[in-house]
């Protein structure tokens, strides 16, 4: 059997499989289902979004269906971009037009200002998932966060999105730096996972 996660991102994709792979379970996206349209993020929480992707596929499919909504949000920058991470330079943004996008707000907050030195802001991931069942019409749902400060370049390879500008202190190194195992243990995804795992662990041994 397979769970669908309401998906087309790919850095996503592949950490939901890893991720599930112990449900002996394969993973499908909105790849395998090329037929389903894109669900328009209107929403103002990650919370809305996650519900509107899991219940708008869930319907359409008929049959349950998983959706992650997440995104970045920076303090100095008033907790941008937020809902808008996948979209902030633009409708279409690469992962790479957004970061510099970020890099760019930063440093227009410092013009005017006599100094070399890269703004430092604190910031944090966060990942609300929601899976939906159409037979039910219940959902249940999670969420997840993360701390860390933005660097003033981009550094590491691994992971997607704004994983290269993400510094962890504890570590000493980017989200882009982590191996995805070790990415899967400190993210904001990897808590909503393991929340939502045991919420239906304890959902099923009632
Ligand atoms: P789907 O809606 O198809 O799932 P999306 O990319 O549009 O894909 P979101 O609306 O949830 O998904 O936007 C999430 C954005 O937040 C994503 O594109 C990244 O820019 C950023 N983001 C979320 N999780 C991240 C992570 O683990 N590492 C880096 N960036 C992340």
């Known amino acids: 059997s397979t769970i669908i996660v309401a998906t087309r991102n790919k850095g996503k994709m592949r950490e939901f499989a890893h991720a599930l792979e112990f449900?002996?379970?394969?993973?499908?996206?909105?790849?395998?289902?090329?037929?389903?349209?894109?669900?328009?993020?209107?929403?103002?929480?990650?919370?809305?979004?996650?519900?509107?992707?899991?219940?708008?596929?869930?319907?359409?499919?008929?049959?349950?269906?998983?959706?992650?909504?997440?995104?970045?949000?920076?303090?100095?920058?008033?907790?941008?971009?937020?809902?808008?991470?996948?979209?902030?330079?633009?409708e279409g943004a690469s992962d790479a037009d957004n970061n510099t996008k970020l890099?760019?707000?930063?440093?227009?907050?410092?013009?005017?200002?006599?100094?070399?030195?890269?703004?430092?802001?604190?910031?944090?991931?966060?990942c609300h998932l929601a899976l939906y069942d159409p037979a039910t019409g219940q959902f249940v749902e999670s969420s997840g966060s993360v701390e860390g400060w933005i660097t003033s370049e981009p550094v590491g390879g691994g992971g997607f999105g704004y994983d290269p500008l993400f510094y962890l202190p504890p570590y000493e190194k980017t989200m882009a730096e982590l191996t995805i195992e070790e990415k899967q243990a400190i993210s904001h995804r990897g808590a909503a996972l393991r929340e939502l795992v045991d919420k239906l662990k304890s959902s099923t041994n009632r």
């Open 103 to 126: 890099l760019a707000e930063l440093e227009k907050l410092q013009q005017g200002e006599d100094t070399e030195q890269p703004l430092l802001s604190t910031a944090q991931f966060v």
């Open 23 to 90: 449900t002996g379970k394969s993973v499908e996206s909105m790849y395998d289902y090329p037929d389903v349209p894109e669900v328009v993020e209107d929403g103002e929480t990650f919370a809305d979004n996650a519900r509107k992707k899991a219940k708008t596929v869930g319907d359409l499919l008929g049959q349950p269906v998983l959706a992650d909504d997440s995104g970045l949000c920076v303090d100095k920058l008033s907790g941008d971009p937020g809902v808008y991470s996948a979209r902030y330079a633009g």
